[in-house]
């Protein structure tokens, strides 16, 4: 069985373009570790009783620290002054989701200059649905439809495969 710290040395860093699959397996980390009650649950403040406040402060230092070392540098500024886990967390959820032009016209150029080049089908499937998933995020009233996203793969799949399209 992993550790604590090995396990999360096998988390991707979080970064200006992982949000999602991020949060995802933080998300389920957190969940196996017993600690998402502090951040996403019904006990995310710390309980007034002394002894429930010192078992608290143990998970939320724990929470502190997995989140300190899954995210960039960059993003470790934001949260360094957090006082709990949930704001830590609600800090970065609010960069990553609020509607941010720049961002969604970056991921918009992403998604339409797509191309599987050495990705194997399954990793190149994966990165379009992750690439329409944060896009729907940030415009929810855009969102990329099946149909869409059907075409965008076809479109950026290696002329191999285009002769196997072609006939079905």
Do not use: C
Request: proline fraction near 3%; charge should be positive.
């Amino acid at each position: 069985m992993m550790d604590f710290a090995s396990t999360l040395n096998s988390v991707k860093k979080l970064n200006t373009s992982n949000y999602g699959s991020w949060s995802t397996r933080m998300q389920y980390y957190f969940l196996g570790q017993e600690l998402w009650d502090i951040i996403g649950g019904s006990n995310t403040t710390p309980p007034t009783d002394a002894e429930a406040a010192k078992r608290w402060k143990v998970k939320a230092r724990k929470a502190m620290y997995a989140l300190t070392v899954t995210i960039e540098d960059e993003f470790l500024q934001r949260i360094k002054n957090a006082k709990t886990p949930k704001e830590a967390w609600d800090t970065l959820a609010t960069i990553f989701t609020k509607k941010n032009d720049a961002r969604l016209q970056r991921l918009e150029n992403e998604i339409l200059s797509i191309s599987q080049r050495n990705m194997t089908i399954s990793q190149y499937f994966s990165k379009v649905k992750s690439l329409s998933d944060e896009i729907s995020k940030l415009d929810p009233e855009n969102v990329i439809i099946e149909t869409r996203m059907r075409r965008i793969i076809v479109h950026g799949l290696r002329p191999e495969y285009k002769g196997i399209i072609t006939a079905t």
